[in-house]
């Protein structure tokens, strides 16, 4: 079926900690997924995709990592800053759609302390 | 950096009028998408759009729900009749190559009353 969820409704690190969001998914035939982050009141902010032919991939300070076998995915934020604080959604396409359908999971609200 | 822009910001309307919600997708890209998301869910899926026509809709999308790009620019959703449970978040998107890296605009707030 189509699922795909976060771990952690809030994480709460310290300003400068890396910061570790997870995210898992039910459809194995799900080949396209992306990170988005929403601050409030605003719409959502695409942060990094990957496909399923990879792993890893690497931004700007975020990594993204992707287990297929266990179809986890997460979201690491170095250095996390204020600035950083948003509810973060990973979301997916699967394979069988070539329409954009994107499904969205349920978000984590990171909080950063300074 | 081309943004993709939503008006108006807030539309407030009594239940059973219809409204138009208005997109302005980034100039070159092909693929455009409605969403909605309900306060404190998660966003949800309504449409999708390319060379005129829908790729696919959701269950949510019924009849009362049409889209349409009038001119070159613009990209609209039409709620018909709207309900109470219609209010949300309604945010549209688009891509350019494909329906890869989908950029969002910063939503209309609809309230049903």
């Known amino acids: 079926g189509e699922s795909v969820g976060l771990h952690l409704p809030t994480l709460s690190v310290q300003e400068g900690d890396n910061s570790i969001i997870n995210c898992a998914y039910s459809?194995?035939?799900?080949?396209?997924f992306i990170w988005y982050k929403q601050e409030s009141g605003k719409g959502p902010q695409f942060i990094i995709d990957i496909r399923s032919n990879m792993d890893k991939r690497q931004g700007q300070r975020v990594t993204v990592l992707l287990n297929k076998t266990v179809k986890h995915l997460s979201l690491q934020i170095a250095a996390t800053q204020p600035g950083d604080s948003a509810v973060y959604f990973c979301?997916?396409?699967?394979?069988?759609?070539?329409?954009?359908?994107?499904?969205f999971g349920q978000g984590t609200t990171l909080q950063v302390k300074p | 950096e081309p943004e993709v822009t939503q008006t108006p910001s807030h539309q407030v309307t009594q239940m059973g009028q219809e409204v138009i919600l208005r997109c302005v997708p980034i100039s070159n890209h092909l693929y455009f998408y409605w969403y909605r998301q309900i306060l404190g869910q998660k966003v949800e899926f309504l449409v999708s759009f390319y060379n005129n026509e829908i790729s696919e809709k959701s269950e949510i999308f019924d009849d009362q729900f049409s889209v349409e790009r009038p001119d070159g620019s613009n990209f609209t959703l039409k709620i018909r009749s709207t309900k109470l449970e219609d209010s949300a978040m309604y945010f549209c998107?688009?891509?350019?190559?494909?329906?890869?890296?989908?950029?969002f605009g910063p939503g209309t707030r609809l309230t049903v009353t």
């Open positions: 998107a688009s891509s350019r190559q494909g329906v890869y890296e989908q950029y």
């Open positions: 979301a997916e396409i699967t394979g069988s759609s070539n329409t954009g359908k994107l499904i």
């Open positions: 459809n194995s035939a799900s080949d396209y």
